[in-house]
């Protein structure tokens, strides 16, 4: 990467659960008592992440749209939702839960057909959240699923998001521009941190 673009992507999680746990994996059955455990975790103030059946709503249309712009555009997704990254490190995501813990991959050792890119994060990049009563302010960047090889144009013309930690109470409401996401759609490169029964899903 050109100097001044992170060579690498980190995968944030909370230190007492296996990294690229996706919630996206999970049937409707599975997925009630996750997301009761998981707002548990809010109120008790050991996260600030807002999950929830709205949550879901929005996740679940929002990765439907990427994956179709992703294929689109040339990708070839093996999985149905990605795992995902940021750009380089996030002192603001870092900071959504206590005991976050990260695992680290190079860019270069993602392939490039199954790793996409959205300047800022997927949610805010593909705006299907105003329906729901989301903020939505269009960028020229959103509604547009990049690839690895764009990376360097991208930063050039718009620069890197400004990373700070702190700002969470509403954060979900609010103009969301913090890091660039970097979405894989396969297991291969981070499988030997998948637990057995997730890998290939």
């Not at 999970?26 to 455990?37: F, K, M, R, Y």
């Not at 960047?141 to 991208?154: A, E, Q």
């Not at 490169?189 to 637990?195: E, K, R, S, T, Y």
């Amino acid at each position: 990467m050109p100097e001044g673009i992170p060579d690498y992507a980190t995968h944030y999680h909370v230190g007492a659960r296996p990294p690229f746990l996706n919630l996206s994996d999970l049937s409707d059955e599975e997925l009630d008592p996750v997301l009761a455990a998981l707002g548990a975790e809010r109120a008790a103030g050991r996260s600030s992440r807002v999950f929830g059946r709205h949550y879901m709503e929005l996740r679940r249309r929002t990765e439907d749209k990427l994956r179709r712009l992703f294929v689109e555009g040339g990708g070839a997704p093996s999985r149905r939702a990605p795992h995902y990254f940021v750009l380089g490190a996030s002192k603001w995501y870092e900071g959504l839960a206590g005991g976050m813990e990260a695992v680290v991959v190079k860019l270069a050792d993602l392939p490039p057909d199954a790793t996409s890119v959205t300047y800022p994060d997927s949610f805010t990049a593909m705006g299907q959240g105003a329906d729901l009563g989301l903020h939505h302010e269009p960028r020229p960047y959103h509604d547009t699923v990049f690839r690895l090889g764009h990376l360097p144009d991208l930063v050039a013309r718009y620069g890197l998001p400004v990373d700070e930690a702190g700002g969470y109470e509403g954060y979900a409401h609010q103009p969301f521009e913090k890091y660039i996401e970097i979405q894989l759609w396969t297991d291969e490169p981070v499988a030997a941190h998948l637990p057995p029964s997730t890998v290939g899903t």
